[in-house]
């Protein structure tokens, strides 16, 4: 189905954003947050979400591949697919995951998720839903190439988006489920949540954290609902319209992909000042080089010109500007760095909101 121009600048736009979104936060989990398992869970995330955006580009500008575009282009389609289904399966597998020890850590503070379990549990999954997906991508290239929709190749594909489908669908129950749950504790708790270690500041940051992961699980539910209902429809064979089509599968999953970023960031003020840190670091940096290279012109300048008349008068006296001009940039450099926070030796963010 070739898709009109609107919805492909809207793709492109979303699929941009998403991928420095997730990037910036990917830098700030790795870099600067604490390394527990909800931080380790959203780096996880953030990994596949911008995985998503990323995919869905590819898949926009090849979704009109055929046996007439050649097995190259048709190779690449069905790559990109892959990697596409598989990292929206792995990013709501891992909101769920998210959701599920969010809730449990909730009701039962002293409860201490196994790292190693979580671990294996994505490793499984992952290798099912590669073996999975490599199958489907084996027939559904034969089908691009012109293959009869039918027989064995019917039946492969068909299979897949059952399973799909009945995956997704589940994941949005249980996550819908467990945010309910999450709430009604939130609500019951009048305003307080406590930490395993009866510590204020921990639970408050707990609480913090908490509704954070509510607010990603509520956009994952809104807009992947509309995607497991057109899935089924159509695996139902009950037409639905072209728009709902076209935002659930083109639109709506890469938004949620790109804007879960966003919510860290509104949440989170060590990550708003972790992104104004990066920015004013680019902008010094740049600033301090421009200025760095119309300062050694002009010092090159005038050491030239004081050669000159070193040389008439004899002297041998050479001008030291050039090395007077690195020394001071390099301490203005150093004055923005220590601005900034990098050579007091302590890290100027408070990480007792970790998600």
Not at 62 to 91: K, M, Q
Not at 325 to 339: A, L, Y
Request: glycine letters at 8%; a positive charge; charged letters at 20%.
């Amino acid at each position: 189905m070739a898709l009109d121009f609107p919805t492909v600048v809207l793709s492109v736009i979303i699929a941009v954003f998403g991928f420095f979104s997730n990037a910036l936060s990917i830098s700030y989990f790795t870099k600067r947050a604490s390394k527990g398992l909800g931080n380790s869970l959203l780096i996880v995330l953030n990994c596949l979400d911008l995985t998503v955006c990323v995919s869905s580009l590819g898949k926009v500008f090849f979704n009109d591949v055929n046996e007439d575009s050649g097995w190259v282009l048709v190779s690449l389609f069905c790559a990109i697919t892959l990697v596409y289904r598989i990292s929206l399966e792995g990013s709501a597998f891992t909101t769920c995951v998210l959701s599920l020890t969010r809730t449990i850590g909730l009701y039962n503070p002293f409860y201490r998720p196994s790292k190693k379990g979580i671990k294996i549990a994505h490793i499984v999954f992952f290798v099912y839903i590669l073996i999975r997906e490599s199958v489907r991508a084996k027939f559904y290239f034969e089908m691009k190439m012109g293959a009869t929709k039918e027989g064995t190749l019917a039946t492969v594909l068909n299979t897949s988006n059952y399973f799909k489908t009945i995956f997704l669908g589940l994941v949005v129950a249980v996550v819908a489920v467990s945010t309910v749950m999450t709430v009604m504790a939130l609500l019951c708790s009048r305003d307080q949540v406590h930490s395993a270690d009866g510590n204020t500041k921990a639970a408050d940051a707990n609480k913090r954290a908490t509704v954070t992961v509510v607010i990603i699980c509520v956009l994952f539910c809104i807009l992947n609902t509309f995607l497991v209902v057109v899935f089924g429809l159509g695996l139902a064979k009950i037409r639905t319209s072209t728009i709902i089509h076209t935002y659930s599968k083109w639109i709506g999953v890469p938004i949620n992909s790109a804007i879960n970023p966003m919510i860290y960031f509104a949440r989170k003020n060590t990550m708003r000042a972790y992104a104004v840190e990066l920015w004013w670091r680019c902008v010094c940096r740049r600033k301090v080089a421009e200025g760095s290279n119309t300062y050694h012109q002009g010092s090159t300048m005038r050491h030239d010109e004081e050669e000159r008349k070193d040389a008439v008068k004899g002297s041998g006296n050479k001008g030291t500007g050039n090395e007077a001009g690195k020394g001071t940039v390099n301490d203005t450099v150093d004055g923005i760095e220590k601005d900034l926070g990098k050579d007091t030796g302590k890290d100027t963010f408070d990480e007792t909101d970790t998600i």
